[in-house]
């Protein structure tokens, strides 16, 4: 997979004196359906997470409190997407090396995912995902 296909996608923005409301839903604000979603949280300064790659599994990640790095990889290029809102996140599509560093105290990451969680489906060495044919 090319790392263009990754993108920043802006969700509904409901503004009100109450406060503010953003939703998404499959299909519509995202490019998939969802079966799965999970959240990372209470990680410790410095820590990184994912370090993997997903044969089938897509996924749309909010920074829904704080902020943090989503790293991801082709094998050509890097990119470095900064989350620190929860009206926006960033598709990853198939076969895109990626990790998540840099949180701040309290963030939060949501991820929605487009299958349920199958450790098959993952490449967990860089060596191995750069000898996968391209998707
Ligand atoms: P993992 O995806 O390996 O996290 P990271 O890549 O950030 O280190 O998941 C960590 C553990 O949690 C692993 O043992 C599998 C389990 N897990 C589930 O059971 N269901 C899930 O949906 C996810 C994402 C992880």
């Given at each position: 997979?090319d790392?263009?296909?990754?993108?920043?996608?802006?969700?509904?923005?409901?503004?009100?004196?109450?406060?503010?409301?953003?939703?998404?839903?499959?299909?519509k604000h995202?490019?998939?359906?969802?079966?799965r979603t999970?959240?990372?949280?209470?990680?410790?300064?410095g820590?990184k997470?994912?370090?993997?790659?997903?044969k089938?599994?897509?996924?749309?990640?909010?920074a829904?409190?704080?902020?943090?790095?989503?790293?991801?990889?082709?094998?050509?290029?890097?990119?470095?997407?900064?989350?620190?809102?929860?009206?926006?996140?960033?598709?990853?599509p198939?076969?895109?090396?990626?990790h998540?560093?840099?949180?701040?105290?309290?963030?939060?990451a949501?991820?929605?995912?487009?299958?349920?969680?199958?450790?098959?489906?993952?490449i967990?060495?860089?060596n191995?995902?750069?000898?996968?044919?391209?998707?």
């Amino acid at each position: 997979m090319d790392i263009e296909f990754a993108k920043i996608i802006d969700l509904p923005k409901v503004l009100d004196e109450r406060g503010n409301l953003s939703f998404l839903e499959e299909n519509k604000h995202i490019p998939f359906a969802i079966k799965r979603t999970y959240w990372i949280y209470d990680v410790p300064g410095g820590e990184k997470r994912g370090g993997h790659s997903y044969k089938k599994n897509q996924e749309f990640i909010i920074a829904m409190s704080g902020s943090f790095d989503v790293v991801l990889a082709d094998r050509n290029k890097t990119k470095v997407f900064s989350l620190n809102r929860s009206y926006y996140g960033l598709y990853v599509p198939i076969g895109l090396w990626r990790h998540l560093e840099n949180f701040s105290t309290n963030s939060l990451a949501f991820i929605v995912a487009s299958e349920d969680y199958d450790a098959e489906d993952y490449i967990r060495e860089y060596n191995e995902f750069l000898l996968t044919p391209k998707i």
